[in-house]
Each structure stands twice: as structure tokens, then as C-alpha cells.
């Protein structure tokens, strides 16, 4: 024999003498990995699942989902537009969701209550506003497609004022230095504060919503659906329309507005939804 | 006469066995969001399945206590499913990333995208295992049926991903949205596709449990017993 078929005899019979046994060393070794593997992956489970909870959530659920929601403010832009339809497109209107509207609304009696108004030049900080007040701004009409968090949606037409012509016109007072003199516009928006609030008259409804959404431009204070006045299950006489959110945050029958800097409590965020709701 | 050879790298084990847990939490939690608007059905012949029938929900449900099993509660936690559902979509997309490249530089696609004769040989393999032709037909790692059905499930992960990204953000992704459908058909695909893992797991797992324990172990160690007669790769 050459060295070279020695070499090759010897290769084989080793394999030959402990592949198997060896085979059983490593499987051994794997499936002792899995196990530890299986037992992280239930461990993990249980970890998550027995969390302190915050507003219905485990933290680290709760946190995930803010940390989505600031991922998505920083990449995306809450000035993309909620695409529009066609008239013909426009659905028949599901009801859902009656919290805080539970006694039929006196709408001649309604009264928009808004606090946290700009005093600057003398103006109370609260005031009452009338429907006819809100319907002599600028109208709109859009055609939006309302997604309901369960996973429904509708395409319906809504007619109102923009929320940002109303804070244009009524300012919320502007956040200040440390000298408490009001902060100057950052491209051309004022400084107004961080949140909007937003509850039925009986406050037993109420959602939170960030300044940029509160401003984009289909943001409707909204009077009118599918070109008829709102109906009393739909949130007469005044309601919130968000494209931007889903159907959770266009709250019906607004009867209180706060301007704050502090962030809002949100009625569904409060039973373990995320608090932006952002679409 | 038994050789030791090396089938699955170990990143290949890695990115199949993180996956599983990943996949199974994002159906549950798909589940618990699905329960909320349950619209769709399945046409089986002259039957009309709703899917999911409420049974399919609560098992075991008992009134006096207004709870099905432990285990499979699949009802009211519309809020639970999300949280976790926005969570674990992180990790199954980078799982996903990971293995796509790792195939892509590590030349293993090659092992994996179906060929010309996949579709042939995925019919002989299927003949074959009915017990309708007899020849085993040749193969490498993957036979065709293995190369089709592993490429359609990265396609699978890849429309998952997007189709969910389009509900997730339909006004932030609305060009995304409006490519796939609109938002509507885009659910539509999102559920659909679910439910195509869940029928490639029931094969799946019928034909690791047929191909014996070798096969099995090579997924967990990474190399299988080969008889010296079979030709080295």
C-alpha cells in the first residue's frame, strides 16, 4: 500500500468505528441546546405575561408599543394625506360605540367648552362656542375611508372645519421660555402645546391626541355625514373626524376641548390599546 | 456502514428554529386580532364555512365561569393580540431579512430555488409518495416539491410582511396599501396567507414525521447518518 491508501484506510475506520457513536455525542449536545432553547422561549412567555401592568398591558408590551409609535412619528410624516374616494364608493354608516352618549343631546343647549386658550392679549383661558360659531369657519368636505380598530371600514363623506383653522382662529396659549415669554413659530407652526384633549359633555367618553395629528389638515370638526346633520348615534351635533387614527379617537358628540402639555388620558388606551392609534 | 455529513449549516438551524416560536405567536396573536372582525369564509364545495366558527374560539367554554381553556382563549383580547402581534412582527421581519441574505451570499439558494426540471420532478415525487410510480426520483439536498414549497413559503413571509405593513400604516404606507388592493384586500391577503402556513405546517409536518428520524435530527444537529454506499456530495 502507498502512504496515500494507508492514510485513506485509516479515514474510513475511524469513521467506520464511531460515526454513529459519535453521531450521538453531537445529538446529544443539539437537543440539549433545544431544550435550553425551549425553556428560554417558555420562560420568556411567562416573563412577559406576569409583568407589572400598565393601563392593561404587561410593560414590556406596553413599551414595545411605544416604542413603535415613536419609530413611526420619527420615519413617517403626520403630513401624508388618508387617501380619497369617490363619492360612489361611499358605504352604508355602521354604529358602534355608544360610551358617553347616553342621553339625547339638547343640541339648541350644546355648548363647545374649550380651556387652555391663549390669555396673551387679555382673553379668558375657557370659553363656550356655539355650532354656529364652528360652522362660520371654512368648510370642508372629504371622503375618507374610517377604519374601526376591530378591523372593519367604511368609506364615508364628512363635512366640517379643519381643527387647525379653529386653533388659527381661537390660539391655545403658546408654550413659553423660562422667563415665561411665548415661544417663537418653528417652521411657520406656532409653538402650541404638546396634546389636545378631547370628552363628551358627560365626560364619560375622552380621547388624547398629539398636536400634529390634532393639525393635520383633514382633522374635521365635524357636523355633517354623508351630506345629511350628524344623527344622535353618530355624535350630534359635533364630532371629531381623524383619518389619520383609527375610529377609536373620532370622538362623538365632543363637549370639551383642552389645550395641555401633559399627555391626555385616552379612554381605550386606558383597557390595553395603544395610545396614538395611528394609521 | 455509516458516514457522518453535514446537511443544514448552522445559521439555516438558527433562523428555522427561532422562526417557529415567532411564527406561532404572531398566528396566535393574529387570532386575537381576527376574532374582532371574523368576515371571512370558505367555500367547500356546497359548504360555506365561516372561519371561525365561535366553538373554535373558547373550547371548552363553560358559562359559570365565562371561561373556555386555558389555552386556547382566543376571544375579547383584541388589545393583548395587537400589543403582541407589534411586537413579534420585529423579529419575525429580521429573522426573515437574515435567513434571505444568509442564502443570498452564502450561495445556499442554489440548494433552494426551484430549477427548470422542479416542476417535473415535484410531480414525481408527489406520483412517488402516493404509491403511484415507483422510481424515487433523484435529488439533491431538496427534491423539486421541497425547492417549490420552501421558496413559495419565503415568498409567503415576504407578502405577509408587506400585506401587513399595508394595514398596519394604510395612511403612512398608503402607496403600499394601494398596491396591494387598498386596505380591505390587503387583510384579505394578510389572513389568507396565514392561513397557507398553517396548511404547509400540517405537510410540513406529516412528511418530517414520514422521512424518519435522521432527517428529524439533522434540523436540530445540523448533520445526518449517511450509508458510505451514497455518493459524497
Redesign the interface.
Known sequence: MTTDEKQRVRLVST??DD??Q??RR??R???FQ?AV?VAF?LGARHWIDTRRMRQ??PW???R??QV?EEI?HDF??TG????TFHPSAIGHARTNGDVGLDNMQDIASWRLKVRGLDTSNGDPDSRDFTLNEIKALPAYTIIT?F???????YVMSWRGARLADFMAKYSPALKTDDNGNPLPPVHGVPAYPDFVAMSTPDKQYYVGLDMQSARHPQTLLCYEMNGRPLTQEHGAPLRLII??KYGVKNIKRIGHIHYTNRRPADY?AE????WYA?? | ????EEKHPLAIRWFH?VNF?VLAVMIWSGLL??W??D?YHLQLGFANVHLFPSWFYHPGYHEATNKGHALWDLDYR???G???H??FFWLFAINGILYVSFLALSGQWRELAPSRSSVKQAVEVILHELHIRREVPAQGKYNGAQRIAYSTIILMGFGSLITGLAIY??????WL??LLGG??TA?FLHFWITMGYVAFFVIHILQVVRAGWNNF?SM????I?AD?EAPLQ
Not at chain 1, 401624508?80 to 387617501?83: D, E, G, S
Open positions: 469513521v467506520e460515526a454513529e459519535r453521531m453531537m445529538s449536545r443539539s437537543f433545544g432553547g422561549v392593561e398591558l414590556p408590551l406596553r414595545a408599543l413603535n413611526w413617517a410624516s401624508h394625506l388618508a387617501p375611508q377604519k374601526c380598530i376591530e378591523g372593519w371600514s383619518p389619520v381605550w383597557q390595553g390599546y395603544d395611528e394609521l | 456502514m455509516k458516514r457522518i428554529w416560536p386580532i381576527y374582532a372582525n368576515v383584541l388589545a393583548e395587537m400589543a403582541w407589534f411586537l400604516k394604510p395612511i403612512q404606507l398608503a396599501t394601494s386596505y380591505e387583510r435530527r436540530v444537529t445540523g448533520y447518518l458510505e
